[in-house]
């Protein structure tokens, strides 16, 4: 059992920067595959940023390629996600999401955050 927090949200305006952080607790860290998404009502959930539990190879969204960063502290147990550049229609939830694929291919595991408001607005 897997229990995420994110932190970081808020208002900033066009242009501006914003870090997020997810601590996660309950279960090996190192172990996951760590991502952010996020989503707008209305609209499906996108992927932001994926960082792999063995080598931290990173994964970015058409959109927030060279914008965005996701980094990990195993001895943190935390995933940042720095953002910067901020564009209006960045504005959504952002959501931390925790990936442990089984061995033999007998599944996986995975855990969401609650999730936290970023807006982006002058």
């Known amino acids: 059992q897997v229990q995420l927090v994110e932190s970081g949200g808020g208002l900033v305006q066009p242009g501006g920067s914003l870090r997020l952080s997810c601590t996660a607790s309950g279960d090996t860290f190192s172990s996951y595959a760590m991502s952010w998404y996020r989503q707008v009502p209305g609209k499906e959930r996108e992927l932001v940023a994926m960082?792999?539990?063995?080598?931290?190879?990173?994964n970015y969204g058409d959109s927030m390629k060279g914008r965005f960063t996701i980094s990990r502290d195993n001895a943190k147990n935390t995933v940042y996600l720095q953002m910067n550049s901020l564009k209006p229609e960045d504005t959504a939830v952002y959501y931390c999401?925790?990936?442990?694929?089984?061995?033999?291919?007998?599944?996986?595991?995975?855990?969401w955050g609650q999730g936290t408001q970023v807006t982006v607005s002058s």
């Open positions: 999401y925790a990936l442990k694929i089984r061995d033999y291919g007998l599944g996986y595991d995975d855990y």
């Open positions: 960082i792999t539990s063995s080598t931290s190879s990173t």
